[in-house]
């Protein structure tokens, strides 16, 4: 199997066109972040390819919180998020159940029928992020959202995830992908360090991925962090 190695773009530090330069000289692909209105114009100047747009006003906007004001702005951020992926070519747009704790009385109806709405704007594929206990009482862990992807049964609706959300969850990291689908997975070690630097065994992981795409996300690295990481996974990686 071929494994594609991205990163997501809250990895790297400095401008745009610097983040463009080193992944175009390590040759990964990126993971967007929509954090609002912006100039992406400099991708225009790169081979870097955008696999995937992170509606990441996520974090912030929870469209399973009581207040409907709030479920709305969530929702119309991650239609915004898919207008950006279709404009760039990429091929998925990245979003999660919710965060949060607050939550309306009907989130499973409601997160259904959002997402059920949402696959109909697009013909990309709709990933959801599986999140940890620590970050949502909804859903929070793989086995959970996995379900909710079944339920809402749309082509173009699959399952995403996280090594380090799979961990918080107490979860077995690497023997967990045999039980399903992942379309991208994000690689991070213990306390969202750059993979190498934790207790993750990113080595059996690779060993037991059905996921191509592998993206690289993590907390406050540097340059030197990335390339490290970059280095220590593509030795783990089959050619």
């Known amino acids: 199997m071929t494994y594609i190695l991205g990163c997501v773009e809250q990895c790297l530090s400095g401008s745009f066109e610097d983040k463009l330069d080193l992944l175009e000289e390590l040759g990964l692909w990126l993971e967007l972040v929509n954090t609002g209105p912006r100039d992406i114009s400099p991708l225009d100047s790169y081979s870097v390819k955008v696999k995937t747009v992170q509606a990441y006003m996520l974090h912030k906007l929870h469209w399973l919180n009581p207040e409907k004001k709030m479920q709305e702005a969530a929702y ?37 029928q ?3 709405n949402i696959s109909k704007e697009t013909n990309l594929v709709i990933l959801i992020e599986a999140l940890s206990p620590k970050k949502t009482g909804f859903l929070p862990s793989l086995p959970a959202v996995a379900e909710l992807v079944d339920e809402i049964n749309r082509d173009n609706v ?23 689908d992942v379309i991208e997975l994000h690689l991070r070690d213990t306390n969202s360090t750059p993979p190498g630097q934790g207790t993750i065994d990113f080595r059996g992981i690779i060993k037991a991925l059905s996921p191509q795409l592998l993206c690289l996300e993590f907390n406050g690295g540097t340059k030197m962090d990335l390339i490290a990481a970059y280095k220590y996974l593509t030795f783990l990686i089959p050619n």
């Open 76 to 112: 119309e951020h991650i239609l915004d998020t898919i207008k950006i992926a279709e404009d760039i070519g990429a091929d998925h747009v990245l979003t999660v159940p919710t965060y949060g704790f607050d939550l309306a009385d009907n989130s499973r109806q409601l997160c259904v």
């Open 158 to 180: 699959g399952l995403a995830a996280d090594t380090w959300h799979i961990q918080e969850s107490d979860l077995e990291v690497v023997e967990i992908f045999d039980d399903f």
């Open 114 to 116: 959002n997402f059920r």
